[in-house]
T-cell receptor, first 118, second 115 residues
Framework: DTEVTQTPKHLVMGMTNKKSLKCEQH?????MYWYKQKAKKPPELMFV???????INESVPSRFSPECPNSSLLNLHLHALQPEDSALYLC?????????????????FGPGTRLTVL | GQQVMQIPQYQHVQEGEDFTTYCNSS?????IQWYKQRPGGHPVFLIQ?????EVKKQKRLTFQFGEAKKNSSLHITATQTTDVGTYFC???????????????FGQGTILTVHP
């Protein structure tokens, strides 16, 4: 199984709602990532989990709260979002989180959750 | 923060023409990866370049990493309509481990191929 799955595919929420995005991989990867992507822009890194521990938080507002319950699952909890948070949220995983010459840090992306905040 | 500059932003070609996109960093990269994102899709890994001066080929695609490891290019020979999409480079820098796992994407080149 070389797939990263994300649910839901689409999500519409109000600014006072609480919702969660889910991501799952069964490739045995030890690094998982959340990215935000606006239209015609590159993915922007939000969080990195390495061996189930949060290793990078790119100064993301606290209304986004990541969680890694186990090595296969990654959640992104959303609360009190703003309309400018509307975007495609991509989850990715890689076998190895490291930099350097490892071949094993290619990232496998899920299909994303298209989020609209009203 | 460290950035990768990618040009051009858009490229329109006739089917059969060649296409090249370029990425440049002001500081030495540890390695660089290339991804393709089809319209409505998600990024898909194409290749990783690690060594100075490295050249790798995948059928009609040729990837190069500069001698100084500050620039990279992707060249597609004889484009086809299936090549349509956005091509991103994504770089990593050597920094003592503080950005362990972090990829920084270039702005991307949106390729349109006219049949």
């Amino acid at each position: 199984d070389t797939e990263v799955t994300q649910t839901p595919k689409h999500l519409v929420m109000g600014m006072t709602n609480k919702k969660s995005l889910k991501c799952e991989q069964h490739m045995g990867h030890r690094a998982m990532y959340w990215y935000k992507q606006k239209a015609k822009k590159p993915p922007e890194l939000m969080f990195v989990y390495s061996y189930e521990k949060l290793s990078i938080n790119e100064s993301v507002p606290s209304r986004f709260s990541p969680e890694c319950p186990n090595s296969s699952l990654l959640n992104l909890h959303l609360h009190a979002l703003q309309p400018e948070d509307s975007a495609l949220y991509l989850c990715a995983s890689s076998q190895d989180p490291g930099q350097g010459q490892s071949r094993y840090n290619e990232q496998f992306f899920g299909p994303g959750t298209r989020l609209t905040v009203l | 923060g460290q950035q990768v500059m990618q040009i051009p932003q858009y490229q329109h070609v006739q089917e059969g023409e060649d296409f090249t996109t370029y990425c440049n960093s002001s500081t030495t990269l540890s390695n660089i990866q290339w991804y393709k994102q089809r319209p409505g899709g998600h990024p898909v890994f194409l290749i990783q370049l690690v060594k100075s001066g490295e050249v790798k080929k995948q059928k009609r695609l040729t990837f190069q990493f500069g001698e100084a490891k500050k620039n990279s290019s992707l060249h597609i020979t004889a484009t086809q309509t299936t090549d349509v999409g956005t091509y991103f480079c994504a770089g990593r820098w050597v920094d003592g481990g503080t950005s362990y796992g972090k990829l920084t994407f270039g702005q991307g080149t949106i390729l349109t191929v006219h049949p």
